[in-house]
């Protein structure tokens, strides 16, 4: 029994620091926790996230010193004894670590050795490090950087691949894989006959083949997210083994998805449950019936990523009414997609074209006006002199805009029908020629007082500087603005003018 004085916030900390340790020893994982007091939930919650970032660290600095002497120490005739048992110490304390910490510490490790250790010392470094965290209870392994960042010989690839089948045939509470680049059949397999848990495989650029996955698929029934794209060996036949042993599948990325479905399943009655869609690269059309079909046979879609010719452009009326994300890239030139039938239910929108004109702009702000994201992508925006938004009407929900205009300059009154009228936005990043932007006029935007709420401004213009010269005298800034800047270079001087003192002094007196 504990007094009621005694339940303080700390105390209650050192409890649930207790449990968790005890959750965490049984292969558990802790993500919070709930009290009657809703202070002391909070004051918890911060401590206890400064306490596993503070152990997180002082955790990686002592295996990374270890590896690092390890590492610079490998090409001697015999290993240094204190080396052998330091590193023997942190294999045997690293398995008494929260599962939580070396989830954390592994992707974070391998960059430090692609960054901190020499070329010459790496692979053994590289080996130090799986050998040590690839540890049988972890349950995230993120191997990301493990092959993108380390160029290695084939003889050196072939050895971690080895190493990372083997710890991997152990992981049985593994639920999320990411082995880009390098994964192979045999490390499929190693995973299908252990982790029957597993969750997340992202497997993008590896040199799988069919057999490989439908090896993983069978042994994993519960996955619900598949990363295959550009994995080249992978056929239609592979992705229909996914499609058949995976029923909790909500993601599948994989060359010419649409195509492999739309060519096995068009006609039937099947249903998937996908909530994010993508095909990758342009296709050469389909029919407008059978892109009915598919977005009816997806009726949980909540994300599209297409490539659509102009003339299927229409398709997309039918589309369920769960889709609030849509990522379009038009191959030919930009036409109206039924924007009065899609619109109003998106939040998030990215369009990819070679031109698009002002009208259909404003159409996108007339029709999407729970927008709150919105990406451009193109050569021009025609006409761009006619986008007006005065009312604040048009994207007045937006807060994330991001434009890409290559060819032509982007006109004033396009910019400011998002700059002075959406007074949402919080991350603006635009770049394109935009020969009005100066300083005299980014005062004036920033004096109207419409961009209070943007918390990340980026704005690159493509103007060249000597274009800039040669314009007339009244478009270059006013007078105020060459003497601000003649002073700010003054200041610039003096400030380093008085550090050489300073440098002067401090060496004057070492000497």
């Known amino acids: 029994m504990t007094p009621v004085h005694k339940l303080t916030a700390a ?85 008494g670590m929260p599962v939580t910490i070396i989830d954390r510490i592994i992707p974070k490790m391998l960059n430090h050795i692609a960054s901190r ?15 040590v965290l690839l540890q049988p209870r972890i349950s995230k392994l993120d191997l990301a950087t493990l092959f993108t960042m380390h160029r290695m010989s084939s ?7 080895r190493l990372v089948a083997d710890r991997v045939s152990h992981m049985h509470h593994l639920t999320e894989l990411h082995i880009p680049a390098k994964c192979t059949d045999a490390i499929l397999e190693a995973v299908a006959a252990s982790c029957s848990r597993l969750k997340v495989a992202k497997l993008r650029l590896s040199q799988v083949t069919d057999a490989g996955v439908e090896a993983l698929v069978k042994g994993c029934p519960r996955l619900q997210v598949l990363e295959l794209q550009d994995c080249t060996m992978v056929t239609s036949k592979g992705v229909l083994s996914v499609l058949e042993h995976c029923p909790q599948l909500q993601q599948l990325h994989a060359n010419n998805l649409l195509a492999i479905l739309i060519t096995n399943f068009h006609g039937t009655d099947r249903k998937f449950p996908f909530r994010h869609l993508s095909q990758y690269s342009s296709s050469d059309g389909f029919p407008v019936a059978a892109l009915q079909w598919l977005f009816q046979a997806v009726p949980q879609l909540n994300t599209l990523q297409i490539c659509l010719r102009n003339t299927d452009l229409d398709a997309l009326r039918y589309l369920s009414k769960t889709v609030h994300t849509l990522d379009l890239e038009v191959t030919e030139d930009y036409l109206e997609p039924p924007w009065s039938a899609i619109g109003p239910q998106l939040s998030s929108l990215a ?7 002002a009208y259909q702009l404003l159409n996108i702000g007339h029709h999407c006006r729970d927008l709150q994201q919105f990406q451009l992508t193109t050569q021009a925006i025609s006409d761009g002199h006619i986008v007006h938004n005065s009312a604040g009407e048009l994207f007045k929900n937006l807060r994330n805009l991001f434009f890409q205009v290559y060819d032509e300059e982007l006109h004033v009154r396009c910019f400011e029908a998002f700059l002075l009228h959406c007074r949402m936005l919080e991350v603006v990043w635009i770049n394109s020629e935009m020969s009005f932007l100066t300083d005299s006029y980014l005062r004036k935007l920033l004096a109207a007082g419409s961009l209070s709420s943007v918390r990340r401004l980026n704005l690159t213009s493509d103007v060249p500087v000597q274009n800039r010269r040669n314009k007339p005298e009244s478009q270059q800034g006013s007078d105020q603005d060459r003497k601000e800047r003649s002073d700010q270079k003054k200041m610039f001087e003096l400030f380093k003018e008085h550090l050489q003192k300073i440098r002067k002094s401090l060496q004057e007196k070492v000497d």
């Open 11 to 95: 105390y209650q900390l050192e409890s649930v620091k207790e449990a968790a340790a005890a959750v965490e020893r049984a292969s558990g994982r802790v993500i919070g926790s709930i009290t009657d007091n809703h202070k002391v939930n909070q004051q918890y919650c911060k401590l206890f996230e400064r306490l596993v970032e503070t152990l997180e660290n002082i955790c990686f600095d002592l295996i990374f010193d270890v590896i690092l002497n390890v590492a610079r120490n490998h090409d001697r005739p015999s290993p240094l004894k204190e080396d052998v048992v330091l590193f023997r110490r942190v294999e045997a304390w690293v398995q």
């Open 117 to 131: 250790v020499a070329r010459r010392d790496r692979m053994t470094g590289l080996l130090s490090v799986l050998r």
């Open 155 to 161: 003889i050196s690839n072939d050895r971690i691949k």
């Open 351 to 357: 369009i990819k074209c070679n031109c698009l004109a």
